[in-house]
Every structure is written in structure tokens, then in C-alpha cells.
């Protein structure tokens, strides 16, 4: 008998028909005897749905109100699943995330979890089956909180971390985790085990099957994580520690995200302190700066700033760097029309070329490279948009990944 966190995505929870099948394959761990807590996410769809009733209240919709509104989407999954098991004869309890409860810090629409009451859930797993709502928390003034969109994953990690599960699985409409998407790249192949630092790469760089600070927890706790499919009885991808890397592969997935722009100033004044002038107000703004690439004349008197950003935080930025009154530049150009694309893979730390054979495949299919940012086990590239699939196939050929 083992305790473990079960995670149902969305996709995983669609429809009544998705709910009754997911309360069967919870049916089966329950009759091996295991302690299950599941986690699960609103109804494919039904956060958008949410999202758009607000919309049409006010462009402007009060974030508390927002969480409050939001929130409801997990809870009637958990209600639904619920009664589900409860058909099968599986004694089984919903929890919503202030009779936990679940405690959270940070702004509204995007808090953390830091910490959960055990000892409710602890005891009724000797009873039953406990189904939670991901994606929530409450704060310490009580207000109901979202940690963000996709964040049913951070959830079930952070359950599997405070509950000192034996496992987490999360459970998606694929069959695990995958060297490119395979909806758009039909010979990307199945990774049958990958490393946490690899993971947290392909996450972070577009590869949606698992949200980043999830990944990022695991790591830190070393939490033993598997992705499978909802759909079939295939194994899925496990997320190990370092121990499990394989390094005799260069690469191991290629990811890319199309949610990028690029913003140059040029002819800004060269003198210490301007990079900090530039990107502080930018930090105070919540805005997350990606890839920065400065360009020194001659004279070493002006240089030019590239720098990325996402996309919805362009129009954002400009402004607060138009009203930047510490900073002097000549103009500000941009490009919202830009993709990365990035290589990750372990095996890049100890095989020389990688860089070169990256490069080269894309000149040679005449990809243009817009800006470079690397790291141990990733290399990615910003490109313009409109030829972001032929770069990832490219790639995906070159570094032997059909």
C-alpha cells in the first residue's frame, strides 16, 4: 500500500463521459489498496468560459472578485468526480480550498502555494478517497486566490511534497512527455525518463504537458513525478533527479513558444548602471525579461539593447520605457512577430558542436537568427514566426530525434 497524489487535467476531466472514465482509473489504485488524494483542474474550457463572463462585466474585472469567480471552475470538477466514485461504491469526500485549507501569499490571479493542513485529509485517508481543487488557495486575510493558469500542476506537486506522498502522477491527454509536440511534429517520440533540469527546460521554453514551478518543486524536494495519459494504458514519462540523466543523448527535445516579442533600443548612452536604469522599472512591473543581446559602437560612447519579453507585455513595456526619464535613447524598434525555438538536452554539457550544427541547419533551410541565449543544457534562438515549424522539424531531423 502506497499514498499517492493523482492529477487530472482538463482535457482529462472534459465531459461527464471523461469524469466517469477518470473515477474508473482511480477505481483501480483505490482496490490495490493505496491512499489517493486527486487533484483536479476546471472542465476543459470552463476557465475560458469564466474568463470571458467577466470580460463581458468589465474589461477591468476586480482580481479578487476574479479568483472568487475563477476558483469555481475546480470546484465543480470535485463535486462531479466525487459523486462519480461515490456511484462505484468508493467511499470518497471533496474538499474546497478553505476547509483544507490550502494557504497562499501573493497578488490575486497569481499567489503560491505555502502551505497545507495534513491533518484532515491525513485522517480521512483511512476512510476514503480525498478529491482537491488545484489552481487555489486562500490567503491569509481569507480571500480566495489563483496561483495562475495551469496551475493544477503546482498543486498536486505541492500535495505529493506536504502529504510526503510515495508518488505523483499527473494524468493529460498524451501519453507522456514528448522530444517536440507531437500535434504539430507527428514523429516526435515518447521519453520514456527524463531529468528534472531537462524538464524544467522544456516546460519553461513552450512544452506544455507540465508548468514550470511544478517542475521547479519537484526538483527541490526531489519529488518522483510521472506523466501519463488519461486515454490509454501505455507507460508514461518519469521526471527523475540527476542520477537519471542520459548523457549519451546530445539533445532531447526541441520546444518552441510563439508568445514572444523582441524590443530594441538603439543608440542608448554607454555608461554603468544604464542596464539596471532600463530593466528595474521593468521589474517593478511584474514584466519578465527573456533573452538581452547589447551591441557596443565603436566609439564605445552609444550601444544598441535587444532584449524579449511576452508578447501580451509589449505595449506595457513600451510605455514604460517611453516615460523612462533615466535612460537616453535614439529610438525604440519592435518585432512581435517572433518565435524561440530551443534545443535541451544534458548530453549538449560534455558534446562539442552542438552550437555550430544548430546554426548551420538553419542557415541552410535560410532561417534568420534575431538573438541567441544559452545555458548548460539549452540553446535556444529567437526567429521570426512565420518559420518557426520548419526550424523545429529541421531540428528535431538534425539532432536524430524522429
Keep these: 500500500m502506497v499514498k499517492k497524489v493523482l492529477k487530472f487535467g482538463g482535457t482529462s476531466v472534459g465531459t461527464i463521459e471523461r469524469i466517469q472514465h477518470v473515477a474508473k482509473i482511480i477505481k483501480k ?164 525518463k527524463i531529468s528534472y533540469e531537462e524538464m524544467l527546460e522544456l516546460s519553461s521554453l513552450g512544452a506544455k504537458v507540465m508548468q514550470p514551478s511544478a517542475v521547479q518543486t519537484a526538483m527541490m524536494y526531489d519529488i518522483p513525478l510521472q506523466v501519463r495519459s488519461t486515454f490509454t494504458d501505455r507507460k508514461g514519462t518519469k521526471i527523475f533527479d540527476q542520477q537519471n540523466i542520459d548523457y549519451t543523448k546530445s539533445v532531447t527535445g526541441v520546444a518552441y513558444s510563439k508568445d514572444d516579442a523582441k524590443i530594441t533600443l538603439l543608440g542608448v548612452e554607454d555608461r554603468p548602471g544604464v542596464a539596471a536604469n532600463i530593466f528595474e522599472p521593468l521589474n517593478k512591473a511584474q514584466i519578465n525579461v527573456d533573452m538581452v543581446i547589447q551591441n557596443v559602437s565603436s566609439d564605445q560612447k552609444i550601444t544598441d539593447i535587444t532584449f524579449t519579453i511576452k508578447r501580451d507585455d509589449l505595449i506595457k513595456t513600451k510605455e514604460i520605457l517611453q516615460k523612462n526619464k533615466n535612460i537616453k535613447y535614439e529610438s525604440i524598434t519592435h518585432n512581435a512577430n517572433v518565435a524561440k525555438v530551443s534545443i535541451v538536452g544534458a548530453g549538449m554539457v560534455s558534446t562539442p558542436g552542438i552550437t555550430y550544427k544548430m546554426f548551420k541547419a538553419l542557415a541552410d533551410d535560410k532561417i534568420n537568427i534575431l538573438a541567441i541565449s544559452t545555458s548548460e543544457i539549452k540553446l535556444s534562438v529567437i526567429i521570426e514566426e512565420e518559420n518557426t515549424l520548419r526550424a523545429v522539424k529541421k531540428l528535431h531531423t538534425i539532432f536524430e530525434l524522429d
Excluded at 497562499?104 to 493542513?117: A, E, K, L, M, Y
Excluded at 491525513?122 to 486566490?145: C, H, R, W
Excluded at 511534497?161 to 499527473?170: A, P
Design 29 to 192: 489504485e483505490y482496490d490495490l489498496g493505496n491512499k489517493l488524494i486527486v487533484v483536479v483542474s476546471a472542465m476543459a474550457g470552463k476557465t475560458n468560459e469564466l474568463i470571458d463572463l467577466s470580460n463581458q462585466i468589465s474589461e477591468n474585472f476586480d482580481k479578487r472578485e476574479l479568483d472568487v469567480l475563477l476558483s469555481s471552475g475546480e470546484q465543480v470538477t470535485c463535486a462531479l468526480l466525487t459523486a462519480a466514485l461515490i456511484k462505484l461504491k468508493i467511499n470518497s469526500k471533496s474538499w474546497l480550498n478553505w476547509q483544507i485549507p490550502i494557504l497562499t501569499d501573493g497578488d490575486h490571479n497569481n499567489s503560491r502555494i505555502v502551505n497545507i493542513n495534513v491533518s484532515k485529509i491525513n485522517q480521512y485517508l483511512n476512510e476514503g478517497v480525498a478529491v482537491v481543487p488545484g489552481f487555489q488557495g486562500i490567503s491569509k486575510n481569507g480571500d480566495i486566490t489563483t496561483i495562475g493558469r495551469g496551475g493544477s500542476d503546482a498543486s498536486a506537486v505541492a500535495f505529493a511534497k506536504l502529504f510526503d506522498t510515495d508518488s505523483c502522477e499527473i494524468y493529460t491527454d498524451v501519453d507522456g512527455v514528448f522530444s517536440s509536440d507531437p500535434n504539430k511534429i507527428p514523429v516526435a517520440k515518447k521519453i520514456d
